[in-house]
Antibody, heavy 120, light 108 residues
Framework: EVQLVESGGGWVQPGESLRLSCAASGFTFSSYWMNWVRQAPGKGLEWVAN????????YYVDSVKGRFTIFRDNAKNSLYLQMNSLRVEDTAVYYC?????????????WGQGILVTVSS | DIQMTQSPSTLSASVGDRVTITCRASQSISSWLAWYQQKPGKAPNLLIYKASNLESGVPSRFSGSGSGTEFTLTISSLQPDDFATYYC??????????FGEGTKVEIK
């Protein structure tokens, strides 16, 4: 059974940093693109970033480029999101999501989500 | 980036109704479209991928159709468990993935 478990969320002040982690199990982690998707309170879903199975490519939504970094450790079956220079508008539940088994990048498995609150 | 527009934003329906949700892309995305269901406080759940392929374990009352710029998600006979918010997502460009704004299906 695929399991994705996020950790590292919490409350921070604007301008501060936070690192999210996602522990994966139940599948061959090193064979899949992985993603972070977020959802602001009461709002819709927003894709944040993704990373190729070997870490060789990574892409970001424009609003986080230069501030967030996605990376992975295939030896530890773990995905990370380093978030710097956090803004109030980054407040959201952050989900770790696995790429689907068919061609293309869609999300067939999701973690339970972790809340990040940015507020002064 | 490719913009995804869903309609309606809210839909009121009764158990047993046939429900259709539309998703339009700002440019052609071929069949690179997925649909998700999300219930309050829970992670989204994949229903449909590549526009019309039913994800394993998803009830057959859900179906998807369309290609190019216009897509639909249909629930053939709405069940109590189906009251939720539904999102489309394009993956024609894996470097810039985008979701629709969501459609909330409410009890009439």
């Amino acid at each position: 059974e695929v399991q994705l478990v996020e950790s590292g969320g919490g409350w921070v002040q604007p301008g501060e940093s936070l690192r999210l982690s996602c522990a994966a199990s139940g599948f061959t982690f090193s064979s899949y693109w992985m993603n972070w998707v977020r959802q602001a309170p009461g709002k819709g879903l927003e894709w944040v970033a993704n990373i190729k199975y070997d870490g060789g490519e990574e892409y970001y939504v424009d609003s986080v480029k230069g501030r967030f970094t996605i990376f992975r450790d295939n030896a530890k079956n773990s995905l990370y999101l380093q978030m710097n220079s956090l803004r109030v508008e980054d407040t959201a539940v952050y989900y770790c999501a696995r790429d689907g088994v068919d061609a293309g990048v869609y999300f067939d498995s999701w973690g339970q989500g972790i809340l990040v609150t940015v507020s002064s | 980036d490719i913009q995804m527009t869903q309609s309606p934003s809210t839909l009121s329906a009764s158990v047993g109704d046939r429900v259709t949700i539309t998703c339009r892309a700002s440019q052609s995305i071929s069949s690179w479209l997925a649909w998700y269901q999300q219930k309050p406080g829970k992670a989204p759940n994949l229903l449909i991928y590549k526009a019309s392929n039913l994800e394993s374990g998803v009830p057959s009352r859900f179906s998807g159709s369309g290609s190019g710029t216009e897509f639909t998600l249909t629930i053939s006979s709405l069940q109590p468990d189906d009251f939720a918010t539904y999102y489309c997502q394009q993956y024609n460009n894996y470097r810039a993935l985008t979701f629709g704004e969501g459609t909330k299906v409410e009890i009439k």
